[in-house]
């Protein structure tokens, strides 16, 4: 069974702070790998992707990829109470054939104010 | 740019009634789309893969007679809720990929689905 896993949490922290979300996948050959941010009652809106090993930085985001640990993360910088959420963490298993997502269950931050 | 509307954003209906659920990318063309179902607090379920111009795939236990997904176009996809339940009630969110980039997932703002 092809897994994405997250720390469902909830994570707290206080207004600028970073936060630290998790993520760590099972199929050593999935190639894309995604962070969506949930707002209760709403759906899911796309923060970043990350294709390749490394950083990748967009505005207070970072996304940090590893394949040989299998392991993907997200670091909020001067974290806001607007990024209280619910972080869900994707990657395409199927290895780009058929672009589907197998999403993990998120991971739910608090900014305390 | 790759903007994903649903309409309607919120529907009640009598149980054995049909609901139709409209998907539509409106600044790009998707060869696919999918259909998620989020119950409260739970995460989001795959139900169903839509590609244009051919049948929907749809995920194991999703029923393809009662939930009939139909990809007209390169912007649009509906889904349609057949005889429905109380049981059915539920977020519905439809997703689109750009041509373009195939790989992003870009979502809708989802239909509050309540069957009374």
């Known amino acids: 069974q092809k897994e994405v896993e997250q720390n469902s949490g909830p994570l707290s922290v206080p207004e600028g702070a970073i936060a630290s979300l998790n993520c760590t996948y099972s199929?050593?050959?999935?190639?894309?790998f995604f962070w969506y941010r949930q707002y209760s009652g709403k759906s899911p809106e796309l923060i970043m992707f990350?294709?390749?090993?490394g950083d990748k930085e967009d505005g207070r985001f970072t996304a940090q990829l590893n394949k040989a640990s299998q392991y993907v993360s997200l670091l909020i910088r001067d974290s806001q109470p607007s990024d209280s959420a619910t972080y869900l963490c994707?990657?395409?298993?199927?290895?780009?054939?058929?672009?589907?997502?197998?999403f993990g269950k998120g991971t739910l931050l608090t900014v305390n104010p | 740019g790759a903007v994903v509307s649903q309409h309607p954003s919120r529907v009640i209906c009598k149980s054995g009634t049909s609901v139709k659920i409209e998907c539509r990318s409106l600044?790009?063309?998707?060869?696919?789309m999918f259909w998620y179902r989020q119950f409260p607090k739970q995460s989001l379920m795959l139900m169903a893969t839509?590609?244009?111009?051919?049948?929907?795939?749809?995920e194991q236990g999703v029923e393809k007679d009662k939930f009939l997904i139909n990809h007209a176009s390169l912007t649009l996809s509906t889904l349609t809720v057949t005889s429905a339940h109380p049981e059915d009630s539920s977020f519905y969110i439809c997703?689109?990929?750009?041509?373009?980039?195939?790989?992003?997932?870009?979502f809708g703002p989802g239909t509050r689905l309540l069957v009374l």
């Open positions: 997703s689109a990929n750009p041509i373009q980039s195939q790989e992003t997932q870009y």
């Open positions: 199929d050593r050959g999935s190639q894309s």
């Open positions: 990350i294709y390749s090993n």
């Open positions: 994707a990657a395409d298993l199927s290895g780009g054939s058929n672009y589907k997502l197998t």
């Open positions: 600044d790009f063309q998707a060869t696919t």
């Open positions: 839509s590609n244009e111009g051919s049948k929907a795939t749809y």
